[in-house]
């Protein structure tokens, strides 16, 4: 069984990079026109085929399927009506082979452990399948089962993706660009995450806390009496599904602010929580219409409703620090930041020339800058044929590469994209990013007196310094060399009256500062500097010692 499983799997992806092979490399040199004229017909055959196998398959084949289907801002339409079947059309299993799991892992009946249970199943995942059901004392619950033997078929998949993926490593760009392998081992650590449901209530929790201020966004809870490796029971938080669009315009939300707060949702996992849902597709959102409250200019009132935590991110303080740095860059329109950014998280491979890199990014930013996710697919092959043109030789070095941290955030970015556009295809990326960027740039700018000790520790070093040095000089750490007898007690003066002139000049720095603190109407800490710049310049007014 496992080892048919894995010639299918290996079998169909031969033959699609056969396929790609022969028309797109060879066919297309020869007669362009048909080949471009055939690709609609051709393309949705083969994803026909892809989610015919997904769905006869199942596992990690209807995993691809779902993140396929959400990329509405890559792929063709045709492509995408067939893909996105997968998220409603998995073959539950027969009830009959879903009860023992649940028994087994509860270990009591399934009578005893609920009031009421629903044997057909409300949605089928790749990984498990969802039940409606009834705690002992009426609440209503999702039970979620994962699908047994699951974990024998992953392994065959892995084994198929695993031969794919060294067949594509003998390509030397892709194997310089793309650790196929790393990204096999990132993937089966995931699935490995996701068949065990505790941690999946777990995650569910984090994202409760993250977001407990938030009344715009709902996370459902876990109900931990029932929860085991392969059981999973959480409140039942069903509403409407964001991509059914029909329903959302129907209930009075608009979904344009609902293609804003999903967007705003995950700047806020990403830029602050270092902690996001990684899996947005669209069976595991919904829209909530709250009742009872006063519908505004830009609609009804709503919840934005998460579920499925298996597959979550997180993203490490410091590269939060650069990805921040490339928000501002981008709200901002600040091409030299946005690459100082991209430099620091590894996306530029050692050796690329910044500053060229840098030029290419803000003739990037003049041609789509303001431009609608919509405008965006519709680039004009003019414009990008000519931007290829200015900077063909650095493309083709392609000195780009995605690091490690970064790939499942790269997913997960692939699948907002796909919702937000089919929400509001006029959804503009940058005018949303820029008041982001802004809060970001008043929270990242340092308090006055951060800026104050700034510009003051070099000054605050300078007499201690100079200090050091006169005291090795004395000593004989430091060698003179003088021609007259008078000159090592002169040079001393001239060194005595150097640094009384420098704690003078300090201290003239700090009575500077305490005016542009009690200006910006801080008069505690301009008086503190005011007192500390009026010792130092009392102390620079002492007389010289003499000597001898």
Same mark, same amino acid.
């Given at each position: 069984?496992?080892?048919?499983?894995?010639?299918?799997?290996?079998?169909?992806?031969?033959?699609?990079?056969?396929?790609?092979?022969?028309?797109?490399?060879?066919?297309?040199?020869?007669?362009?026109?048909?080949?471009?004229?055939?690709?609609?017909?051709?393309?949705?055959?083969?994803?026909?085929?892809?989610?015919?196998?997904?769905?006869?398959?199942?596992?990690?084949?209807?995993?691809?399927?779902?993140?396929?289907?959400?990329?509405?801002?890559?792929?063709?339409?045709?492509?995408?009506?067939?893909?996105?079947?997968?998220?409603?059309?998995?073959?539950?299993?027969?009830?009959?082979?879903?009860?023992?799991?649940?028994?087994?892992?509860?270990?009591?009946?399934?009578?005893?452990?609920?009031?009421?249970?629903?044997?057909?199943?409300?949605?089928?995942?790749?990984?498990?399948?969802?039940?409606?059901?009834?705690?002992?004392?009426?609440?209503?619950?999702?039970?979620?089962?994962?699908?047994?033997? *699951?974990?024998? #078929?992953? @392994?065959?998949?892995? $084994?198929?993706?695993?031969? &794919? =993926?060294?067949?594509?490593? +003998? /390509?030397?760009?892709?194997?310089?660009?793309?650790?196929?392998?790393?990204?096999?081992?990132?993937?089966?650590?995931?699935?490995?995450?996701?068949?065990?449901?505790?941690?999946?209530?777990?995650?569910?929790?984090?994202?409760?806390?993250?977001?407990?201020?938030?009344?715009?966004?709902?996370?459902?809870?876990?109900?931990?009496?029932?929860?085991?490796?392969?059981?999973?029971?959480?409140?039942?938080?069903?509403?409407?599904? *964001?991509?059914? #669009?029909? @329903?959302?315009?129907? $209930?009075?939300?608009?979904? &344009? =602010?609902?293609?804003?707060? +999903? /967007?705003?949702?995950?700047?806020?996992?990403?830029?602050?929580?270092?902690?996001?849902?990684?899996?947005?597709?669209?069976?595991?959102?919904?829209?909530?219409?709250?009742?009872?409250?006063?519908?505004?200019?830009?609609?009804?009132?709503?919840?934005?409703?998460?579920?499925?935590?298996?597959?979550?991110?997180?993203?490490?303080?410091?590269?939060?620090?650069?990805?921040?740095?490339?928000?501002?860059?981008?709200?901002?329109?600040?091409?030299?930041?946005?690459?100082?950014?991209?430099?620091?998280?590894?996306?530029?491979?050692?050796?690329?020339? +910044?500053?060229?890199?840098?030029?290419?990014?803000?003739?990037?930013?003049?041609?789509?800058?303001?431009?609608?996710?919509?405008?965006?697919?519709?680039?004009?092959?003019?414009?990008?044929?000519?931007?290829?043109?200015?900077?063909?030789?650095?493309?083709?070095?392609?000195?780009?590469?995605?690091?490690?941290?970064?790939?499942?955030?790269?997913?997960?970015?692939?699948?907002?994209?796909?919702?937000?556009?089919?929400?509001?295809?006029?959804?503009?990326?940058?005018?949303?990013?820029?008041?982001?960027?802004?809060?970001?740039?008043?929270?990242?700018?340092?308090?006055?007196?951060?800026?104050?000790?700034?510009?003051?520790?070099?000054?605050?070093?300078?007499?201690?310094?100079?200090?050091?040095?006169?005291?090795?000089?004395?000593?004989?750490?430091?060698?003179?060399?003088?021609?007259?007898?008078?000159?090592?007690?002169?040079?001393?003066?001239?060194?005595?009256?150097?640094?009384?002139?420098?704690?003078?000049?300090?201290?003239?720095?700090?009575?500077?500062?305490?005016?542009?603190?009690?200006?910006?109407?801080?008069?505690?800490?301009?008086?503190?500097?005011?007192?500390?710049?009026?010792?130092?310049?009392?102390?620079?007014?002492?007389?010289?010692?003499?000597?001898?």
């Amino acid at each position: 069984m496992a080892y048919v499983r894995f010639l299918r799997v290996l079998g169909f992806a031969m033959r699609l990079l056969t396929h790609v092979v022969v028309w797109e490399l060879l066919l297309r040199r020869l007669r362009p026109a048909w080949v471009q004229g055939t690709a609609p017909r051709r393309y949705r055959g083969w994803a026909t085929a892809f989610r015919d196998l997904a769905m006869q398959l199942g596992g990690a084949l209807i995993k691809l399927g779902q993140f396929l289907s959400a990329r509405v801002d890559v792929l063709p339409d045709f492509v995408i009506e067939e893909l996105a079947q997968l998220q409603d059309e998995v073959p539950a299993e027969p009830f009959e082979r879903i009860r023992p799991v649940i028994e087994a892992e509860l270990g009591k009946p399934l009578e005893v452990a609920f009031r009421s249970f629903e044997p057909e199943a409300a949605a089928g995942a790749s990984l498990g399948q969802v039940h409606r059901a009834w705690l002992l004392d009426g609440t209503p619950v999702m039970v979620k089962v994962q699908r047994p033997g *699951i974990e024998r #078929l992953l @392994a065959a998949d892995l $084994a198929a993706l695993t031969a &794919v =993926a060294r067949i594509l490593s +003998l /390509y030397p760009a892709l194997r310089r660009r793309v650790h196929l392998d790393r990204l096999l081992q990132e993937f089966a650590r995931t699935l490995a995450t996701e068949l065990d449901y505790t941690a999946e209530a777990r995650h569910a929790e984090q994202f409760a806390r993250n977001f407990a201020d938030d009344p715009g966004v709902r996370i459902p809870r876990p109900f931990w009496s029932h929860i085991r490796r392969r059981v999973l029971v959480l409140e039942d938080v069903t509403a409407i599904k *964001i991509t059914d #669009l029909a @329903a959302i315009e129907r $209930a009075g939300i608009s979904r &344009v =602010a609902v293609a804003r707060r +999903l /967007y705003q949702t995950y700047l806020r996992q990403v830029f602050y929580d270092g902690f996001f849902h990684a899996d947005p597709h669209p069976g595991n959102l919904f829209v909530e219409p709250l009742e009872g409250e006063v519908p505004t200019d830009e609609g009804r009132p709503f919840r934005l409703t998460f579920v499925d935590f298996g597959m979550v991110g997180r993203i490490s303080p410091e590269a939060r620090r650069w990805l921040r740095e490339a928000a501002m860059g981008l709200g901002t329109r600040d091409a030299r930041r946005i690459v100082r950014a991209m430099h620091a998280l590894g996306f530029l491979l050692p050796g690329t020339d +910044l500053e060229a890199i840098t030029q290419a990014v803000e003739r990037l930013l003049d041609h789509i800058w303001g431009l609608s996710m919509g405008q965006l697919r519709e680039w004009s092959l003019r414009e990008a044929e000519a931007l290829f043109l200015e900077f063909r030789e650095l493309l083709l070095r392609f000195p780009f590469q995605i690091p490690q941290e970064f790939l499942l955030l790269g997913r997960t970015l692939g699948l907002l994209a796909g919702l937000v556009t089919r929400l509001d295809p006029e959804f503009n990326l940058f005018a949303e990013a820029e008041p982001f960027a802004r809060r970001l740039l008043e929270e990242e700018a340092p308090s006055l007196s951060e800026q104050v000790f700034e510009l003051i520790r070099p000054l605050l070093r300078i007499p201690l310094d100079l200090g050091r040095f006169l005291e090795r000089s004395l000593a004989g750490g430091i060698r003179w060399e003088v021609t007259f007898p008078e000159a090592r007690e002169t040079l001393i003066l001239i060194a005595e009256g150097f640094q009384r002139l420098v704690w003078q000049i300090t201290g003239f720095v700090w009575v500077l500062l305490a005016l542009f603190a009690f200006a910006n109407q801080q008069p505690t800490l301009a008086g503190v500097l005011f007192g500390i710049g009026g010792l130092w310049l009392l102390w620079g007014l002492r007389p010289l010692r003499r000597r001898g």
